[in-house]
């Protein structure tokens, strides 16, 4: 959908000069832990799928040490090539991504020799998000493929403020988001149908 493609590649630039414009000491103080509303909804033993930023995104890093801390196992996407479903794989060294490798999209991904996983609780990266849990991805609909094969986890973006969208068109296999986290808002928890 030619919308859509456009719609990505100017917010991919107004993220890009958001993130460019934070200060490198204030950029370290967010995302270091979920907010408590997020915590409450994350039941005790939960997987944890994260992942793998790029530049730009939102850091999924706090989370990820803030998890492993508090007793939870993290996962990430793994792909065994580019026409691959996506998977996910343990991830054990968040702080210091000792055992993650470059993947076939240029993303750090576990090695093939990490267990496989299957998360409870997903944070996601996002191109755009609306105030009722719509996602716009980066169009390859990895998420949305293992959402729909994976039904009932808790979908949870990670967003920069300038990310917000008041509207923008969405498609039937679109999977809708169990809350989005920014610096400063959170964005739901909504209603699941």
Request: proline fraction near 10%.
């Amino acid at each position: 959908m030619q919308e859509k493609q456009t719609l990505r590649a100017q917010l991919r630039q107004k993220r890009r000069d958001y993130v460019a414009a934070l200060p490198e000491s204030t950029r370290g103080l967010l995302f270091r832990r979920p907010p408590a509303a997020i915590h409450a909804l994350i039941p005790e033993g939960s997987i944890i799928g994260l992942y793998s930023a790029l530049p730009a995104e939102a850091p999924p890093e706090g989370y990820a040490r803030w998890f492993f801390e508090a007793g939870h196992k993290l996962a990430l996407p793994f792909f065994v090539n580019r026409g691959a479903a996506m998977q996910f794989r343990a991830f054990g060294d968040p702080h210091g991504e000792s055992d993650l490798a470059v993947g076939p999209f240029g993303m750090l991904q576990p090695d093939r020799s990490a267990p496989l996983l299957e998360p409870d609780v997903l944070f996601m990266p996002l191109i755009g998000f609306d105030a009722q849990g719509g996602r716009l991805g980066q169009g390859g609909g990895h998420y949305d493929r293992w959402l729909a094969d994976h039904p009932g986890k808790i979908a949870l973006g990670l967003a920069w403020d300038c990310q917000l969208l008041e509207s923008f068109p969405r498609e039937i296999h679109d999977k809708p988001l169990s809350a989005v986290i920014t610096p400063t808002r959170l964005y739901g928890p909504f209603q699941q149908d």
